[in-house]
């Protein structure tokens, strides 16, 4: 760990940073142009890559794919290269072969009839690692290419541009309830029931499992995950729980919500503060009658608004609590020290963009949102989170994701925490929007 | 990246044979998925819905879906009418 002036440029926490920082600064100032992104297929292949527009062909993406690989292998390869002294060429090199791999396993995730069944492009980017590293092994110069960390939190810093605080009224008290109340309370609960009652050792999985299962799955796994600097394989086996868990929620819930007549405004709270990914959530309210699809949608998105707090929380707790040295008390600078730093870019992210450049676009999110974050920091965010998935497959082997079972300890704190979330959210959802605030909506 | 070329000759053909089973399985997988079958019943009831609506499920956070802003503004009307209707049976009592 650099505990001087050096760590601005030698630890990857500050390079995230900093490249997070020049992409948003990029994009403020106009300087980044549209990023491509692989597009939707239905029985063409090519046409994901092609650029339609009113059913007609009017380009390809090709070239500005191949100058957004090249523009993203040298904007990291500084990074590395400046870290940890690493030969950028190779690094280009390897960062090349898994930008190829992210792109195949977009291309496979943007098929239409698999966009429906809610498989995102994080299950494909694993499984096409994982087929690479747990058989033919992954080549030496393709690892050198696979900087995990670094892919993460640079996406984690651009995910704050997303995060926009004004958000969090969008449904007034009783959706800030269902989203705010009920969330920190399963994290705790499932934490204290992980640690004390099964006696997990790895608490970094713990957590990761907690925030997946409460606030909003892969996304919150990931931010969680690097706030608490856990494992890859811990990262996989959670994203790999709350993917399965996420489709057959989306598949049951609504069923089950038309088979006993409940109210489909509560019911449209209840999924959304329970299923975790918010295309999920959508396609199950949207079961239920367009009213329900937007409050469902609505509540999902207020509690992705809490990411950056829970971050910064457990990124605090980790510091102070979980890896302290408990021979000593520690000071401030230590947990300065300690303390994951590319939280802060994600943090202050979200707080210019809400309180800086939203107002200075009259308060106009939607203008800030097709302006500046859909055509450029959230589809950069997406292709680090791919790359990242990408390159987790890449480095992990089915054996130690098997000793990470713990005798199906994971799978046992998953199913209780999500079971008393179904059973809290509910009873919250009920309070809100039935008995205290009748008539919000 | 030595212990990889020093291996014999048939580890490595077997490593590739695993490679293109674990391929064909993926494609399998894929296949499963891509070829529009929705289980039947109940069971698929979801799913035919995504299919005939149009409705994106993968979406990770609430900027990637599509429509995000027009079920905002969808709610931002539902709240308004719910405050007219509350104002109108509250001026209605008085």
């Known amino acids: 760990m650099e505990k001087g002036i050096s760590a601005l440029w030698k630890e990857e926490d ?29 029985s063409n292949p090519v046409d994901a890559f092609m650029i339609i527009k009113d059913g007609i062909v009017s380009g390809n993406i090709f070239l500005s794919l191949v100058l957004l690989m090249l523009a993203l292998a040298v904007l990291t390869a500084i990074g590395v290269a400046f870290m940890r002294n690493e030969n950028a060429g190779k690094y280009i090199m390897g960062f090349i072969g898994v930008f190829i791999l992210a792109t195949i396993a977009y291309w496979i ?89 099964l006696k997990m050792s790895n608490k970094s999985l713990i957590i990761i499992i907690a925030c997946a299962t409460s606030v909003c799955g892969v996304s919150a796994a990931i931010a969680a995950a690097a706030a608490c600097c856990a494992k890859k394989e811990d990262l996989t086996l959670a994203v790999g729980m709350t993917l399965i868990f996420t489709v057959l929620m989306m598949f049951f819930m609504p069923l089950v919500i038309g088979a006993i007549g409940m109210n489909s405004i509560l019911g449209a709270a209840w999924m959304g503060g329970t299923i975790d990914s918010t295309g999920a959530v959508v396609a199950a309210g949207s079961m239920l009658g367009p009213d329900a699809e937007k409050v469902a949608a609505v509540v999902k998105m207020i509690q992705n608004v809490l990411i950056g707090l829970v971050a910064f929380f457990i990124a605090i707790y980790w510091v102070t609590k979980v890896e302290r040295d408990p021979d000593c008390e520690p000071n401030a600078l230590e947990i300065w020290y300690r303390f994951p730093k590319f939280v802060i870019g994600f943090v202050a992210a979200s707080l210019i963009f809400s309180f800086i450049v939203v107002p200075a676009m009259n308060g106009d999110f939607n203008l800030v949102e097709s302006t500046y974050i859909k055509p450029i920091t959230k589809v950069l965010r997406g292709w680090f989170f791919c790359l990242a998935f990408t390159a987790i497959g890449l480095e992990s082997n089915f054996k130690d994701l098997a000793g990470r079972m713990e005798g199906g300890k994971p799978m046992i704190l998953y199913v209780v925490g999500q079971s008393f979330n179904l059973i809290l959210t509910l009873f919250v959802a009920w309070l809100a929007f039935m008995v205290l605030f009748p008539n919000a909506i | 990246m030595k212990k990889k070329y020093g291996k014999k000759k048939s580890h490595r053909t077997r490593d590739w044979l695993k490679f293109f089973t674990g391929l064909i399985m993926l494609a399998v997988f894929f296949g499963f998925f891509a070829s529009g079958y929705s289980p039947p019943g109940v069971l698929g009831k979801v799913l035919r819905h995504n299919q005939a609506n149009d409705i994106d499920a993968s979406p990770l956070l609430y900027m990637e879906v599509e429509h995000m802003s027009e079920l905002e503004e969808g709610v931002r009307l539902m709240r308004e009418k719910a405050q007219r209707r509350t104002g109108d049976t509250v001026r209605s009592l008085l």
């Open chain 1, 14 to 42: 500050w390079w995230a940073v900093w490249l997070g920082f020049i992409i948003i600064g990029g994009a403020l100032l106009k300087w980044i142009p549209s990023i491509p992104k692989v597009g939707k297929w239905s």
């Open chain 1, 109 to 197: 995730a943007n098929q239409i009839n698999v966009k429906y069944w809610g498989l995102s492009y994080a299950l494909w980017a694993l499984l096409v690692g994982l087929l690479i590293s747990n058989t033919i092994g992954t080549p030496s110069w393709l690892k050198a290419g696979a900087k995990t960390e670094l892919f993460i939190k640079i996406g984690l810093v651009l995910l704050g541009a997303e995060i926009l605080f004004k958000k969090i009224l969008s449904l007034g008290a009783p959706g800030l309830m269902v989203a705010w109340i009920v969330t920190p309370v399963v994290i705790i609960f499932m934490f204290n029931f992980g640690v004390r009652v």
